[in-house]
């Protein structure tokens, strides 16, 4: 995404397209997936976290970014989406946090 973002895309449209999308559930997913391009497994985000099967996953994930609301993500699904992201977050941050504390220390 980011080359995308870059390099073909406006970067002022993209940012104003942007604030609209991440003002509803679909959008907010999509949007997140798509900024997290190559950075998260999906595999192991499913495994740890989803409690569904990947294929599963993957439909729902495909069904959101076409915006097709009956086949994407439910409220409780998106909170557990968000819940997950959190952990991760939290937890490169930790890791983050130790790299940082002994980056002079050969």
């Known amino acids: 995404m980011n080359y995308l973002k870059k390099n073909i895309l406006n970067p002022q449209s993209y940012e104003e397209n942007r604030e609209k ?13 798509d900024e997290l391009d190559g950075i998260l497994n999906d595999s192991a985000l499913v495994r ?7 294929p599963d996953f993957n439909a729902k994930k495909e069904a959101t970014q076409l915006l097709r609301a009956a086949d994407a993500f439910k409220p409780e699904e998106a909170r557990r989406l968000a819940g997950a992201f959190r952990d ?3 937890r490169l941050s930790g890791l983050a946090t130790e790299i940082e504390a ?3 220390i050969d």
């Open 21 to 33: 999308c991440v003002n509803y559930r679909l959008g907010a997913i999509s949007t997140a997936f």
């Open 48 to 54: 740890d976290y989803m409690e569904c099967a990947e």
């Open 88 to 90: 991760i977050a939290s």
């Open 102 to 104: 002994v980056a002079d």
